[in-house]
């Protein structure tokens, strides 16, 4: 599968849902409305609402969750961002972001997936060394020279190049995303997405099937939930068994 989180494809069709998508930007918008309701005065909002727009958020959705943080809700209740620390099967080490209204709720969804998939819990800090919080540019594929961008990444401060799946993604440290981004533009290459990401500094590598499915099912799962902002799970498993284990699901799945 090379070197991107395990079913990314599967993982961007569950996020399409409306539902789940509004519901993640509501709590996005509430939590940036914390340093002021005016997107003129806050840059944080602005870009918050910015994205949501982009992916259909009706204007009334946005004004409501603006209005959760600045008081103006007075029934609304208060958005909270948790991160989940873990082990899945095969040691993939996991961190699962969330954004919530209700801390006990998500904190017993959280136990209740990790624990029904073989996931390991532990304390805060016990996996999160593992990663870096980097800038990732994503770039369609289709119609992309991928040498092309190869070959204009070399020349800029970027980390890294990876494929994954329908993208192109670069990789850069926090102070050089603007210097890297202008670059690639210059070179008539503009990102489809940027966002700042946890990048594992080592991989476990997935070979038994039965603890593949269990990722595959164990992200699958986290990604139906409605708390779920981000999962960030680094195992290295080939196309052949990836293949096998989406196989197996889509025969097992019950179709309506």
């Known amino acids: 599968m090379g070197r991107g989180p395990v079913v990314q494809a599967r993982k961007n069709v569950v996020n399409a849902a409306k539902g789940k998508v509004f519901s993640i930007h509501a709590k996005l918008i509430s939590l940036a409305a914390q340093s002021g309701g005016n997107p003129d005065d806050n840059p944080g909002l602005a870009a918050a609402i910015y994205k949501a727009k982009k992916d259909g958020v009706p204007n009334d959705n946005i004004e409501r969750s603006i209005k959760k943080w600045t008081g103006e809700d007075k029934d609304a209740a208060q958005i909270s961002e948790i991160i989940y620390e873990w082990y899945a099967p095969g040691w993939a080490p996991v961190i699962v972001v969330t954004l919530?209204?209700?801390k006990n709720r998500t904190v017993a969804n959280m136990r209740h997936i990790f624990s029904k998939f073989g996931g390991n819990m532990w304390e805060?800090?016990?996996v999160s060394?593992?990663?870096e919080r980097r800038w990732v540019l994503r770039f369609e594929k289709t119609w992309l020279d991928c040498e092309?961008?190869?070959?204009?990444?070399?020349?800029?401060?970027a980390l890294d190049i990876w494929e994954e799946w329908d993208f192109m993604k670069v990789i850069?440290?926090?102070?050089?995303?603007?210097s890297v981004e202008d670059a690639l533009k210059l070179a008539w290459f503009e990102a489809k997405k940027s966002s700042i990401e946890h990048i594992a500094q080592t991989l476990s590598e997935i070979t038994d099937f039965d603890i593949a499915l269990k990722i595959v099912k164990m992200i699958e799962a986290f990604d139906e939930?409605?708390?779920v902002q981000d999962i960030f799970m680094w195992a290295e498993i080939d196309d052949a068994l990836q293949e096998e284990v989406v196989a197996y699901i889509e025969k097992h799945s019950f179709k309506t």
């Open 100 to 102: 919530t209204d209700n």
């Open 124 to 126: 805060s800090g016990s």
């Open 129 to 131: 060394w593992n990663f």
């Open 148 to 157: 092309k961008l190869e070959e204009a990444v070399f020349e800029t401060e």
């Open 172 to 178: 850069t440290d926090l102070e050089h995303l603007r």
């Open 225 to 227: 939930d409605e708390d």
